[in-house]
Structure formats: C-alpha cells, structure tokens
C-alpha cells in the first residue's frame, strides 16, 4: 500500500499569518488516467471530515480561496494564506490514485497561537 | 442535499459482531455515479478506509480487515451496511460511512456525521 506521511504533525499559527502543510506520498501518485488523485481534508473539532482539495489544487464547493494545494508526483503542501480562527482542526492529506485502498497521512493538527 | 446517517449499537462485546446502517437521504444508493463507502477513526487517532460498495453489489475492502468485514445494499430503504465480526478493543472507533465518486478516484465528497462504537465487556 502507499504510505502517506504528513509533516509538521502540529502547527501553531497566530491569526492572519500563513500556513503550510507537506504530504508525501512512497510512490508517485500520478495515476494511469495521467491525474493525481490526492485530496486534503479539514476535520475540525468534532466533526467530520471534509474535503476541501481534490486533485491535488483543485477546491472544493463552498471552500475558501485562502486554502490552495500544490505538489506533483510524491510531494504536495497545503497552503493556508491567512489562518482564521475557524481553521482550527486537523487537516489529512489522502490519496486515491492506488485505490483500493484510500490510505491517509497521520494528519496535521492545526491551533492558534 | 445529500445526508448520510449512521446507526447501530454503540457497545459491542468483544468476539461479537459490529453491526452498523447507513441510511441515505435527498440522493439514490442506486446510483450507477458513486461508491458508497465505511471508515473509522479509533479515539485521538487518523483516518481509516475499511471498504466500498457499489449499487451492484461489488465490494472493495481493506486487506488488513477483509476477513472480518461485510458490506450490502439495501436499496429499497435506501441504505448499506457493515459488519464487522470477531471484534476486539483495537475495533473501537468513531465509524463514518461517505460517499465517493465511481468515475474517478476522489476520496468522499459527503460524510455521515459519525458513530462511536466501543467494544468492551
């Protein structure tokens, strides 16, 4: 199976300033359609997970445009322009490009400073 | 709006069998356009894929569960199931069912809103 790792595992950002989160993936996630099936998803507090990136930089419905991804191949970065305090949460990066199965980083948690 | 909504018994014996429902409202199991798919997530822990399932009744499941794990349809109360059997503590976790796109290999768009299941004596 691919092995998704994540780093920072914990970030701590003051309100208004950027963050960023790197996803690696232990095989390349191009897929033989020629896409890159990596998403990323918000969890926040107690709730369930969302998705907010598809295909790599791709948002999804309703997300806001302070959130981008980038990344090729095996390495990906969510980026956070300016961090709110609604972005609190832990954010997954997950790849569906060897699917079956769906595997996911260990997640990055995200608060405030 | 799509809702997904997971049910079923929050405490399992271990050894015994994890049973849960996923009942799917504004939006047709019967849809040749998704799959329908279980994870979990054990206590302060990530994200886990146990399985898929298609309108036809064609299942994918996670080689590290696949010997314990069963999914159904049910389309005529718009519904898919897990099971889950022989379980143990390491079983415990909040359970989502979601859906995903069956024309490409996005992760889910749509999440039910999660259930806790703890095993235990």
């Known amino acids: 199976d691919v092995v998704m790792t994540q780093s920072p595992l914990s970030l701590s950002v003051t309100l208004g300033q950027p963050a960023s989160i790197s996803c690696r993936s232990s095989?390349?996630?191009?897929?033989?359609?020629?896409?890159?099936?990596l998403n990323w998803f918000q969890q926040r507090p107690g709730q369930s997970p969302r998705r907010l990136i598809y295909q790599i930089s791709n948002r999804d419905s309703g997300v806001p445009d302070r959130f981008s991804g980038s990344g090729s191949g095996t390495h990906f970065t969510l980026n956070i322009s300016r961090v709110e305090a609604e972005d609190v949460g832990i954010y997954y990066c997950?790849?569906?490009?060897?699917?079956?199965?769906?595997?996911f980083g260990p997640g990055t948690k995200v608060d405030i400073k | 709006q799509l809702q997904l909504q997971e049910s079923g018994p929050g405490l399992v014996k271990p050894s015994e069998t994890l049973s849960l429902i996923c009942t799917v409202s504004g939006g047709s199991i019967s849809s040749s356009n998704y799959y329908w798919g279980w994870f979990r997530q054990p206590p302060g822990k990530g994200l886990e894929w146990i399985g898929s399932i298609y309108y036809n009744g064609n299942t994918y499941y996670d080689p590290s569960l696949e010997s314990r794990v069963a999914m159904s349809v049910h389309m005529p109360k718009n519904q898919f199931s897990l099971k889950v059997n022989s379980v143990t503590a390491a079983d415990t976790a909040v359970y989502y069912c979601?859906?995903?796109?069956?024309?490409?290999?996005?992760?889910?768009?749509?999440w039910g809103q999660g259930t806790l299941v703890t095993v235990s004596s």
């Open positions: 979601a859906r995903h796109l069956s024309s490409n290999w996005e992760g889910p768009d749509s």
């Open positions: 997950m790849q569906g490009s060897h699917w079956p199965p769906f595997t």
């Open positions: 095989q390349s996630l191009v897929h033989i359609t020629g896409n890159t099936y």
